[in-house]
């Protein structure tokens, strides 16, 4: 269902912040997000509420309890409480199913997204555009998470079938009937940024500067950036398939060929030396044909352990706990366990 928003009148705004073990951050956070969507701020933008959407991914600090007690204080907000740490995609899924605004944005808690460009993107909306997302300009990071990320989104566009802009995180806005197309989406396994670019609508870009963390440290560890990489490959596209199954036959195609001429060499020759010629060749396409396989293999296991997964069709989070301001109306989520909705 396509919902229309007016883009001139006043409208309410939902802010994502997935957090998880932030507890250093958070007063940090919300005076920033005081100071940003201060009701001045809102009355000259014409938006006429916001309300943020913490979702806490399981922390093992006191992330939600700092959460619960502003929302008690008053604050505009839900806190989406899971059940244990399902990771990053999967917390911005949980707070997706949690809105009702006329837009949404997505942002960091750890303040690398600054949540003045939200006010930037919100202006290209009012030109026009239902998504808006964050181009990052210059990463102030370590060079090796720097050069990775490099390495990572051209990658991910080099191997994905639609149109994917790099450097884009999931730092964005977008307009509810984009909300809406995403959550009809029916994998579980959830790649944001690329979901978002998949389903199309006007998208346009900001540039913003991304700082460096002001405190904690960053939840993505290796594996769970490696898990990102193969996630939103695997999502985006079947180009990877594509070149095992090229390289497959390539392979079969060199291994007779090659097999038949070693064997017919090594038959007729009387030499010794020449002999000792076709046999390291030999090896040498053993060994060849042993890396393309295990490639394919690797590649081929990549995308059954994720069929796999969307098979069993398991939810992609389970709420434990969702505490809702008194402004802000609860909502079940539908991708998940059972939530019992308290009102602070
Ligand atoms: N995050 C999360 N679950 C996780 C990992 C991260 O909710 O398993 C949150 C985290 O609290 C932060 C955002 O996702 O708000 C981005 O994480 P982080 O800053 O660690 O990533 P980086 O900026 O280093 O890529
Ligand atoms: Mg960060």
Known sequence: MVTRTTR?????????IPAYNEGEMLARLFDRLDFVFSESTLRDHGIRSVTYIFVDDGSRDSTSDIIARRIAEGLSAKLVMLSRNFGHQAAITAGMEQSQADLLAVMDADLQDPPETIL?????????YDVVYGIRKKRKENPFVVAGYWLFYRLVRLMSEVSFPADAGDFCLMDKKVVDAIRSLPERLRFHRGMRAWVGFRQTGVEYDRPPRIAGKSKYSLHKLYSLATDGIAWLSLRPLKITQFLSFVLFVVTLTCSTTIAIGHLT?????????????LFVFISLGFSVISFCLYVLSAYVGRSYLEAKARPTYIIQELICGKSVRSEQASGSGPAVPREE
């Not at 020759?269 to 060749?281: P, Y």
Request: hydrophobic share 40%; glycine share 6%; aromatic share 10%.
């Open 120 to 128: 930037d993107m919100f202006q290209k909306w009012r030109e026009g």
């Open 8 to 16: 001139s009148g006043p409208l309410s705004l939902d802010i994502i």
């Open 269 to 281: 020759t009387r030499r010794d030396d020449e002999l000792a010629l076709w046999l390291s060749l």
